[in-house]
């Protein structure tokens, strides 16, 4: 049977010992932790998306929306949190030490990036209101 290699991204160390090969599907949920957690403890700006999505879920468990508009209000959560994701990712990229880009690379890059979440944030909260004031409508009217 054929032993990964320490250079192969299967071969991974947890503690005291090396974990053995495992399937594919299986590593890339453990990647996907990995970036998540890396994500999320690597900038700030995703406690601000995080208090938003509190506000937004508690807002919806209030007015009593339906499961269309429950996956509606997941829908934008999940494609704020994932623009701020890539975003990171972006940034991961242009400011590694080895062979960095120019600066003003760098800057187009990451004002692009930037721009995205933002867009991604706007349209959110737009579809979010949306939601909530029909909702709200349908509540307060007789």
Known sequence: MHRPAPSDPQFQFHG?????????????????ERGLVGGV????IFFV???GGSIAVATAFVLGIGPVQWALVLLCLTLVFTAEMFNQALKALLH???????????QRVTALGTAAVMAATAGS??????IFWQRLGMLISP
């Open 16 to 32: 005291r010992h090396a974990a053995s090969r495992r399937p594919p599907w299986r590593q890339r949920l453990v990647q996907a």
């Open 41 to 44: 403890r690597g900038d700030s």
């Open 49 to 51: 998306h995080f208090f």
């Open 96 to 106: 590694r030490e080895d062979g960095a880009p120019p600066p003003f690379v760098v």
């Open 125 to 130: 909260a737009i579809a979010l209101a949306l």
